[in-house]
């Protein structure tokens, strides 16, 4: 009887190609490219074609209608895979891929044909050759891989283990170089033992998958399961959940649909037929997101305790024990490098391993403070000199603008002070017109103030309330003007800032500010800041020219002897030395002259040394590849100042050196990225565990933060629910449910012998 075979490339061609992937049509139940004339199938000789260009609408089409038609995907241009044939060694097999992550990354797309075979796909950072070397093979340019088909072998179809090609774009995708993937070549071929090389010489070989619960499981585990899983008359959604996990845990096997009618019948609505349908259905429409950790799950749920001679993983039988502590011990173990629980926060030594203006500033205000705070005080100092280099200096690219930081930490921990410090130094030199208002009425303020004195340091002591009113939508049009004009002053030091345009000119004449300069402090309290960060002051860009200074310890310890909050002498006269600009330089007229809003100044040009220029160089690369990768996200606002801060940065520290005759060296221009990197990944990162768009999805990072901070003891539900109490216990219990389900929690008993039964939380 002829097999018929289901039309992947109609169910997947066109996602593929709309994710970014150059797709081929393949022979059904084959691996070679192929085209279909009239009912006869004969080799795509030219397919290699598409490794250098993009599908046309008419050929997916076309290829859609060929029945039986599977799905390849061309490599080279826009990705790589990585394909290993070790299926006579699973645990060598194993190490290979566990090389392949910690040296190429953790790509979500991983492929099994025939265990343990597996291919993993990454994205192309450039154009990639071929490499072979049995038997580790690399796809590039001219080649190819299945995506969706039958395999020829198995007779079953090729498997994505997480998610696959149609779920990910290909900017999803970790990026490789032909450099990184030669190197790891490399490292492979050495894993290899001397027979195993000659054993593969004339053919290639795959890679494979490590999956802590397992693709496939044991028939023996799934009827266990699947037993303790009722059919209380389910839903048809729930019904074919289910059995979409056995089809997934036993890959479509003759052994699963029998397993799958089975506990179908446990229902009154039970249909045979239905059953089969619904597997051969899957058959053409594999589930790519459902598998033994779903009946695991539900199972677990029932009071299933797994029997200690099951093997969950038939793949790594003869590597792991039953248990459901081992099980989860596994899980955690297993876990690549990438995927460990993230570090404790913490400040980089070396971005306050200062000189100059900036190192005296600092010492002074952590030695009069009575709780020392460094990193605050550094971010009070580079908006301070910025304002006193306004007009007086620029960049050899002409870069001025503004300058905005905020000290971020806990009520107590020592924001306020050196703030202080800002008013009592410049107020001490005389420059006290450089002070900006400690609130800021509107936007047009900001420029009424800028016209009577171009440069100022606004100081915002709440500044997380404030900017909860700026990011408003329903705010007053007057108050959401003040985020939208510090947003157009950020880059405007080296150009004109033009006023509003009032009915009666000759009563209210327009202002406008040439080489403006407002720069800001601000400081606040965490849950304030993130209560105004929505998603809209992320996406707009606005938050992106905010450079967050975070404490690594809200409460340092406290010293009750303090010196008079007098500035040092240097200090004091290095303020002026700035202000007073480089001698001999020709400004364009006298210093009084120069501080005037209509006037033109010709600024210093701060000279740079080659390590900077390379330095600044290399930055503005990889702002672009940032942005690149981040394209069409909120994201893309970060990268997108990256070298705009570091730039400014740079400057700062070496004008706050030698006033003088500043120049900008690479060690300033490195640690100005590295500042500048810290503070916007800082953000990005706090955001991502704070940030929510409702309130479902807050509960749900509160609970995944609370088990992540437990580290690898874990946290039982009793501490959970103490902590989250507030939470309803029946979201409560919903929200670790889906966090388990999704693969980012590992749920086991907790082993209390006496007490009640209780369960230990891990994060995975």
């Known amino acids: ?7 992947y490339m109609r169910d997947y061609g066109a996602t593929l190609a709309d ?93 099994i044909g025939q265990w343990p ?78 027979d195993v090389r000659k054993r593969h010489r004339k053919r290639t070989v795959g890679q494979t998958q490590a999956s802590p619960l397992g693709a496939t499981a044991s028939l023996e585990a799934v009827r266990s399961a699947v037993e303790a899983i009722p059919n209380p008359d389910l839903q048809w959604d729930d019904w074919s959940r289910i059995g979409m996990a056995i089809w997934a845990a036993t890959g479509g096997s003759e052994e699963g649909a029998a397993a799958f009618e089975e506990w179908s019948a446990k229902s009154s609505k039970h249909n045979a037929k239905a059953c089969r349908e619904r597997w051969q259905h899957w058959f053409r429409s594999p589930p790519s997101k459902l598998g033994f950790g779903t ?20 793949r790594l039988a003869d590597l792991a024990p039953a248990s459901p502590e081992a099980l989860i011990e596994r899980a955690r173990t297993a876990l690549p490098a990438e995927k460990a629980p993230p570090a404790a926060y913490s400040v980089p030594e070396h971005l306050l391993d200062l000189d100059g203006g900036l190192k005296t500033f600092v010492d002074w205000c952590v030695a009069t403070a009575p709780t020392p705070q460094p990193f605050f005080a550094l971010a009070a100092a580079l908006p301070m000199f910025r304002v006193l280099t306004a007009r007086k200096y620029r960049t050899r690219t002409d870069l001025r603008g503004s300058l905005f930081t905020v000290a971020l930490g ?75 004009k510090l947003t157009e002053l950020f880059s405007a030091g080296n150009g004109v800032i033009q006023g509003t345009e009032y009915a009666n000119p000759n009563e209210r004449p327009r202002q406008d500010v040439v080489q403006p300069c407002a720069c800001l402090m601000g400081s606040t309290v965490p849950g304030t800041f993130w209560k105004a960060l929505q998603e809209g002051a992320m996406s707009d860009g606005s938050v992106a020219r905010f450079l967050i200074f975070r404490t690594a310890d809200n409460y340092p310890t406290w010293k009750t002897e303090l010196p008079l909050l007098e500035p040092p002498e240097a200090l004091v006269e290095l303020c002026k030395t700035i202000v007073a600009g480089v001698p001999g330089h020709d400004y364009g007229g006298d210093l009084a002259e120069l ?22 160089r290399q930055c503005a690369e990889r702002r672009l590849e940032w942005c690149r990768q981040v394209e069409g996200q909120y994201l893309a606002a970060f990268p997108a100042r990256l070298w705009e801060h570091t730039v400014k940065l740079a400057m700062v520290r070496a004008v706050a050196r030698q006033p003088a005759a500043p120049v900008i060296t690479e060690h300033d221009a490195q640690w100005a990225w590295d500042l500048t990197d810290h503070c916007l990944n800082t953000l990005l990162a706090d ?52 966090l388990q389900e999704g693969g980012f929690i590992l749920q086991c008993d907790a082993g209390n012998k006496t007490g009640p039964r209780s369960q230990k939380y891990y994060a995975a």
């Not at 490292?187 to 033992?193: E, F, H, N, S, V």
């Open 1 to 7: 009887m002829k097999q018929i075979f289901p039309c």
């Open 19 to 111: 994710n970014g992937y150059r797709v081929v049509p393949l022979w059904p139940g084959r691996k070679y490219p192929a085209i279909k004339t009239g009912d006869t199938w004969r080799r795509y000789e030219k397919w290699t074609k598409h490794c250098d260009r993009e599908n046309k609408a008419f050929e997916l089409k076309a290829w859609s209608n060929w029945d039986g038609c599977g799905v390849g995907i061309a490599c080279g241009e826009t990705v790589v895979a990585v394909d290993i044939d070790l299926k006579d060694d699973a645990e060598l097999a194993n190490k290979v891929q566990q090389l392949a992550e910690a040296r190429l990354g953790v790509t979500p797309a991983v492929r």
């Open 117 to 194: 075979k597996t291919l993993l796909v990454y994205r192309a950072k450039e154009k990639i050759a071929t490499i072979k070397r049995h038997p580790i093979e690399v796809l590039g340019h001219g080649a190819q891989f299945v995506a969706y088909g039958i395999h020829p072998d198995t007779e079953k179809p090729y498997q994505w283990i997480d998610e696959g090609l149609a779920d990910l774009h290909v900017k999803d995708l970790p990026a490789v170089t032909q450099k990184q993937l030669e190197d790891f070549v490399e490292k492979a071929c050495a894993l290899l033992p001397e």
């Open 295 to 314: 009946l695991f799950h539900e199972a677990k749920q029932n009071g299933w305790t797994p029997p200690a001679n099951v093997i969950f993983d038939k």
């Open 410 to 484: 806990d009520s107590g921990s020592g924001k306020d002070h050196p703030r202080k410090c800002v008013q009592v130094l410049l107020s001490r030199a005389g420059l006290g017109a450089y002070l900006g208002g400690d609130d800021i009425a509107s936007g047009q303020a900001i420029l009424s103030a800028l016209a009577r004195h171009p440069a100022l340091l606004f100081r915002s002591d709440e500044f997380g309330k404030h900017l909860a009113t700026w990011a408003d939508r329903r705010a007053p049009g007057h108050k959401a003007a003040i985020l939208t």
């Open 595 to 616: 501080m005037l809003p209509e006037a033109l100044p010709k600024p210093y040009v701060v000279k740079e040394d080659s390590g900077a220029q390379k330095i600044f």
């Open 687 to 738: 955001a991502e565990r704070h940030l929510a768009e409702n309130q479902t999805e807050a509960d749900k990072k509160k609970l995944l933060q609370l088990i992540r901070s437990a580290g690898e003891n874990g946290i039982t539900n009793r501490v959970l629910s103490r902590k989250t109490m507030n939470m309803d216990s029946w979201k409560r219990k919903e929200h670790l449910d889906d």
